[in-house]
């Protein structure tokens, strides 16, 4: 009687279902139905619903023991998803729009915007996608669609290859990604490529910016940032600008790292800067980042305001490398300046840097107070090697200078007005000139290639009554001491010592010494504190 009973049951079961599923009822189950499911099946019928109905479950939808079939599939698919067989989730008709686990879905980014040659599967994730052709259309857009008067940063994620032919403007509070892209600019004329104008929380993080200056006609700079603050340029190539590769004006907050910028003007255009930071330049942060062949300087820091108030004001150089700038014949390495005289700039450091075979000099600061110079190399450069020009406060140390056809240190006073700077443990050989101090209040001491201080003996001989020295010392001495170190045989009252020179001092007495001779010992230093 029990087994009747089912029996009919499931019979029952097969009749409702069969017969109700026209009438677009709902197949829900509230429990595990494979059994009944399989007394279906064994009965030659399907499970399925009406369009207009539902099969919902609260348990799991499991494939046969096979393992082998889909859930939708390219015949016959669902309207937005379906599950294929090979791990991937295919989104509507388009067989190259997947996702899988070498393709997620994950967002890296506020906004992505993909380039003509970047993968299928980018595109289909991209909110834009660009054509090749003036592809900053598409870029600004993604960027003017971030949130409005934001207070934080979004981002927007550039990948391919893109092409502009009009300038690109940064609002605030904005991430541009180019860790996966490159820009270059195409018959655009003179406009920059990149733009931040009286902006704040910038970055610019990986990529490419070429200015593509053998094909592009006019004056323009790569990057243009003007009065803006909060700057981060992070893993960045700037190259082949007609003009400057990054020009920042009245700038402030700002920090680079690892940023290769080089190749930027013209032979013949001393306007042709790698990277400039000029006026109101103030907490400067330069660190490994690389300049290289750029017509005039590599990095200026600088101020040409025609007002007091603006000069450059705690800058950091580190770790950079400045190299074969200055094709027109005037560019240096590394370069820290105010230019009005009366001004200065406050708190230059440029430590452990390598500068070489520019045209002009290695690293030269004009017109700084309170700076270092320190464990840096600079050789091989057209003019000198180093330079401070009317500094006061600036310490010079443990720098490497050599083989720079003029000098290898040069202290000088174009403004009159030189302070009490210091030159100490520096290594210099192969310079023209190994270091050429000025002014009465610098210490310069202890360094290779330019002996300060040195000491020795003399004899003033019987019949004689002066001796000539050679001091081995750098240059003519400040000071020469010499005392007597014997009771002469005749009577000697006092001595003396004249005609200085760069070689030698000459011992004078005012008697014979006779027989006995008389030896003295003698010091003779360069500058005071020696």
Known sequence: MKTLKNALWALAGIIAITTLAPLFYDVVTQQDVSVLIAQLKGFGYNVWAAPAGDVTFTGNLLPDVADSNDIGSAAAEWQDVYVGSTGKVYLGTDQARYIDATHPATRTAT???????APAWVKAQADYVCDGTADNVEIQAALDALTAARTVKESVKLIGNFTITAKINLPSYTILDLYDASIALVNAGAVSMLEASSKTEVEIRGG??????????????????????????????????????????????????????????????????????????????????RFIDNSHHGLWISDNHANAGHEPQDIIISGCY???????????????????????????????????ANTNDGILFIRVTDGTIAGNVSNDNTADGIVI???????????????????????????????????????????????????????????????????????????????????????????????????????????????LTATQFTIHVNADPGASNLDFDWRAVIGEGN
């Open 389 to 499: 020009d009317t500094c006061d406060g600036v310490t010079v140390s443990g720098n490497t200078a050599n083989d720079n056809t003029a000098k290898g240190i040069y202290c000088l006073d174009t403004d009159g007005i030189l302070g009490a700077n210091i030159v100490i443990g520096n290594t210099t050989s192969g310079n023209t000139n190994n270091i050429v101090p000025t002014g009465t209040d610098e210490i310069v001491v202890m360094n290779r290639g330019y002996v300060t201080s040195n000491s020795g003996t003399a004899t003033v001989l019987n019949t004689t009554t002066s001796i000539v020295v050679n001091h081995g010392l750098a240059t003519t001495p400040t000071r020469v001491q010499i005392t007597p170190t014997e009771n002469p045989t005749n009577a000697v009252s006092f001595w003396w010592v004249d005609t």
């Open 322 to 356: 400045a190299e074969g700038n200055g094709a027109d014949g005037t560019g240096s390495g590394i370069y820290v300046h105010e230019n009005t005289a009366g001004r200065t700039a406050s708190d230059g450091t440029v430590v452990n840097c390598v500068s070489r």
């Open 208 to 289: 490419v910016l070429n200015g593509n200056k053998a094909n592009v006609t006019g004056a323009f700079d790569v990057l243009d940032l003007t009065n803006t603050s909060k700057i981060t340029l992070v893993d960045l190539e700037v190259k082949n600008s007609a003009r400057k590769g990054i020009d920042g004006y009245g700038c402030s907050d700002v920090f680079l790292n690892n940023v290769y910028v080089h190749d930027n003007g013209e032979a013949a255009t001393p306007s042709g800067y790698g990277c400039v930071f000029n006026t109101d330049a103030k907490r400067i942060r330069i660190f490994y980042s």
């Open 111 to 117: 906004l992505v915007v993909a380039g003509d040659n």
